[in-house]
T-cell receptor, first 112, second 110 residues
């Protein structure tokens, strides 16, 4: 079955360490997205990529970086510059501009 | 003012009852609208798109009011399994930017 796989499901890191969250999709979607969800808030867009080798900053890109070397993969690195990294991170993709998003099952990151 | 606003709830609903709630949006150029369902600590899943004339999917009915800039979701004959947070999503812009509401929590009780 096609879908989006995020790993790991839970991630614990010490403050000051960079950490990379994995996102792989086999839906053949061009566009991929990273969102962050905090309690009581809507999803906020971190980065998005509409095509391989291209990506754009979203609304809250500071402290994050991404790459898009393959269509299937869109990893997110949470750097030590991100002031409040503890959150639920969701990767998503969609077939085209008019299609709804499909989400991965998320990574819950805790930084202490 | 937030671009997409929802009543956070919770809406406590007896099993079998009807519940309805709205989502207001500020951008009059909004193009498409969706309702997603999110269970506790899980990813959001598409419940239904919202069409201009309104649409129904089983016990769920979605409406769009462009003049007043809101969409609504109505759940009939509520089931315990309908307990979740319902996210409103609005699309606008040249690349289809999606804006999420913070969600409305629905709790269906026996």
């Amino acid at each position: 079955d096609g879908g989006i796989t995020q790993s790991p499901k839970y991630l614990f890191r010490k403050e000051g360490q960079n950490v990379t969250l994995s996102c792989e999709q086999n839906l053949n979607h061009d566009a991929m997205y990273w969102y962050r969800q905090d309690p009581g808030q809507g999803l906020r867009l971190i980065y998005y990529s509409q095509i391989v080798n291209d990506f754009q900053k979203g609304d809250i890109a500071e402290g994050y970086s991404v790459s898009r070397e393959k269509k299937e993969s869109f990893p997110l690195t949470v750097t030590s510059a991100q002031k409040n990294p503890t959150a639920f991170y969701l990767c998503a993709s969609r077939a085209d501009y008019n299609s709804p998003l499909h989400f991965g099952n998320g990574t819950r990151l805790t930084v202490t | 003012r937030k671009e997409v606003e929802q009543d956070p709830g919770p809406f406590n609903v007896p099993e079998g009852a009807t519940v309805a709630f709205n989502c207001t949006y500020s951008n009059s150029a909004s193009q498409s609208f969706f309702w997603y369902r999110q269970d506790c600590r899980k990813e959001p899943k598409l419940l239904m798109s919202v069409y201009s004339s309104g649409n129904e999917d089983g016990r769920f009915t979605a409406q769009l009011n462009r003049a007043s800039q809101y969409i609504s979701l109505l759940i009939r004959d509520s089931k315990l399994s309908d307990s979740a947070t319902y996210l409103c999503v609005v699309k606008w812009g040249s690349w289809g930017k999606l804006q999420f509401g913070a969600g409305t929590q629905v709790v269906v009780t026996p």
